[in-house]
């Protein structure tokens, strides 16, 4: 296969119940317990009328401007899968609209993370899928190619392989990787469960923030009353 014009069709099936916790966590709990490395970068907006979601990457590489790999894409998912296009972050002419993206939602696909525009605002906010892009013109992508389809890609600053585990909400998104996603799920959970702790304490008014004091007077900090 020619590097630039190939697809792959296989790609690892994560486990469903795997999947069904990290959706009850917020992503930035998520990211928090993987050193906080794994957020792609700011920027991705949510826009459709699903705000949080969590699926398996099928991952595509699209020249910028050029929607037709990800236009292949749409048809080879799997229903629940999130669909993760590095489109080089241009934002000068949109990847998909309401159209295409009604086609992903019509064959099942959970959503789409764009590094990239997209456009028809209006209609993909009514939609039952997860939408997360770059940013939004009104300017229409060309067919031509080259791209590929189930390969290594960047998005947002991060690895994705096909299969790792995508979590997205309205702070924005997260990579999973797929090997070591039962110890990071495990993890966010703890941590979840000690924020609620916290938010418990500090609606009681017994939050005590020693850590801070201590951190302070390690670097030294000074204080004048």
Request: a negative charge; charged letters at 25%; one cysteine or more.
């Amino acid at each position: 296969m020619t590097v630039g014009l190939r697809i792959t069709e296989r790609r690892p099936e994560p486990d469903a119940t795997l999947i069904a916790r990290a959706a009850k966590l917020p992503v930035a709990n998520i990211g928090d317990v993987m050193s906080r490395l794994q957020a792609m970068r700011g920027g991705f907006m949510a826009y459709g009328g699903r705000r949080t979601f969590v699926g398996p990457a099928l991952t595509v590489k699209a020249r910028p401007g050029d929607n037709l790999f990800l236009h292949r894409a749409i048809d080879l998912a799997r229903p629940g899968e999130v669909i993760v296009c590095d489109g080089g972050g241009d934002l000068e002419i949109a990847l998909a609209g309401d159209l295409m993206i009604g086609h992903a939602e019509s064959r099942g696909v959970g959503a789409l993370v764009i590094d990239g525009a997209v456009r028809d605002l209006d209609g993909i906010e009514r939609m039952d899928i997860g939408v997360w892009a770059r940013g939004a013109t009104p300017a229409g992508p060309y067919k031509d190619g080259p791209g590929e389809i189930g390969y290594p890609i960047a998005c947002g600053g991060q690895v994705v392989m096909p299969g790792d585990l995508i979590a997205a909400d309205e702070d924005g998104v997260v990579v999973i990787p797929l090997a070591e996603a039962a110890q990071v799920i495990a993890d966010a959970e703890k941590h979840a469960a000690k924020e609620g702790e916290t938010t418990a304490a500090i609606k009681g008014g017994g939050w005590v923030r020693g850590w801070v004091e201590e951190t302070l007077a390690a670097k030294g900090v000074t204080v004048t009353r």
